[in-house]
């Protein structure tokens, strides 16, 4: 991805393996480009801006003949769906509470598909990123939820939200993995036994 590159890369697979040292748990970190494809609301709103293009032909050129009309409809459709289905413009055509749905959709569907519900204790931490929402999400096991207040989390996600929005995303994923290690290893203090089942590396989706 673009907005990840080899060091960033290596800079969080380190920063994670450093962390994991001081907690008993696991942290995973997902970026994706999109948690969705969303192609029905672009075309949806082409199809209502074509309806009306009958009746710009109406006001301003009366007299033109249907196949012509038709013509310019079909072109007008065409035009406006691409520039829809552009991901710049199509992300501000996206309802913010239907793109957030669709990241946490994802977020959560990668907690079990990569299995972060399977570690002994419970204490896996996940790290998720949609860089076309700016949507960034921490789900955090069982296990970890029993020992750690469920306030921490907002207060982590609202400043890696802002250097994702800022084009920080490396750096905030180390924010966000520097305060996480924080509140872990205060209530979760490392065991006898040191395991490490889920991988370090950022998982690229």
């Not at 204490?123 to 076309?132: E, M, Y």
Request: aromatic share 10%; proline share 4%.
């Amino acid at each position: 991805m673009k907005f990840i590159n080899e060091s960033d890369r290596q800079r969080i697979k380190q920063a994670i393996h450093s962390a994991e040292a001081q907690f008993e748990g696991e942290l995973v970190t997902i970026i994706t480009a999109a948690s969705d494809t969303y192609r029905y609301i672009p075309t949806m709103w082409a199809g209502l801006v074509t309806l009306l293009s009958p009746w710009l032909t109406v006001l301003f050129a009366p007299g033109m003949a249907l196949f012509e009309a038709l013509s310019i409809q079909s072109a007008i459709f065409l035009v406006v769906i691409l520039l829809f289905h552009w991901q710049p413009v199509k992300m501000l055509l996206i309802p913010r509470q239907v793109k957030h749905q669709r990241a946490s959709r994802l977020a959560h569907e990668q907690f079990f598909h990569q299995g972060l519900h399977l570690t002994r204790n419970h204490n896996a931490v996940l790290l998720f990123v949609s860089v076309a929402e700016h949507y960034v999400e921490i789900i955090a096991d069982k296990g970890i939820n029993d020992c750690v207040d469920n306030d921490c989390w907002p207060e982590i996600v609202d400043g890696f939200t802002a250097k994702v929005r800022s084009g920080q995303i490396s750096d905030g994923f180390l924010y966000a993995i520097e305060q996480c290690t924080e509140y872990m290893a205060r209530h979760y203090p490392p065991g006898n036994e040191k395991t490490n089942v889920l991988p370090n590396h950022l998982i690229e989706l």
